[in-house]
């Protein structure tokens, strides 16, 4: 493995069962983590029976609790020092996204805080090329960086008690895709008919990390058009290219 290319910051307990191992800053930090969670799948450490991977750490489950007696800074780094970065093949996918009201509950008052015109603030969102960094925290949830520096402001203080499927949100520097109705503490701008779950497919995530997306903007009328063709078994989803690395 090349010299610094992830480096080890710490493990700690993640309760009985677990461990989370975090790592310092380096490039294609979260590259190479992904490349280890995928090692510690093909390859797994005894009753080791799941691996989370997040963009900066990543969990380790295990089926009994964790022995903490075993010298995990040696086993791991011996994971780590093993490890081939290798070329990363990457979808470019474009989601269609409507941000007119009734699809986009805090659009209005992001545009008031942000200082933007609800067209400035749709062309601001659907330029960028965004990289999908990781996945959670809910299945399908999809965390992308790039949002336009514009659109970079905390998360809700009070969080909404539910939110839609589909639901394209900012907060912080990232853009966050909903899969699945939750409550969330994100600003909602806009709603997605393109579904980002399909649990008779494998892997069932629409966009897996290190993918791409962009994003089009579409009125009302497409999108109850496009929601009505999955709901009858159709593909409105759009992948319109690969990458391979970054």
């Known amino acids: 493995m090349p010299m610094n290319a992830l480096l080890l910051k710490q493990i700690i307990p993640n309760g009985d069962c677990a461990l989370l191992l975090r790592f310092k800053a380096s490039a294609n930090r979260s590259r190479w983590i992904q490349t280890l969670a995928t090692d510690f799948i093909e390859k797994p450490l005894k009753d080791l029976i799941n691996v989370i991977p997040a963009s900066d750490n990543l969990v380790l489950v295990f089926k009994q609790t964790v022995n903490h007696y075993l010298d995990w800074q040696t086993v791991i780094q011996q994971r780590i020092d093993q490890l081939q970065l290798s070329d990363v093949e990457s979808t470019v996918h474009e989601i269609l996204v409507c941000y007119e009201a009734q699809y986009a509950p805090d659009l209005n008052q992001v545009c008031e805080q942000v200082g933007l ?24 949830f999809t965390y992308l960086k790039g949002n336009d520096k514009r659109l970079c402001l905390p998360r809700k203080n009070t969080p909404a008690v539910r939110v839609s499927a589909g639901s394209v949100a900012v907060a912080n520097d990232q853009t966050g895709l909903y899969a699945l109705s939750s409550p969330g ?40 058009r496009i929601a009505q063709s999955n709901n009858s078994g159709n593909c409105c989803g759009k992948s319109i290219g690969k990458n391979h690395g970054d």
């Not at 090329?129 to 299945?139: Q, T």
């Not at 909602?188 to 994003?215: C, E, M, Q, Y």
């Open 117 to 140: 015109s609800r067209e400035a603030l749709i062309a601001a969102h659907t330029q960028p090329l965004y990289d999908a960094v990781m996945l959670g925290f809910l299945p399908g």
């Open 185 to 224: 503490g994100w600003h909602v701008i806009g709603r997605s008919p393109t579904p980002l779950l399909n649990w008779h497919k494998t892997p069932a995530n629409l966009i897996k990390p290190h993918d791409r997306v962009r994003f089009k903007s579409i009125d009302a009328a497409a999108f109850m």
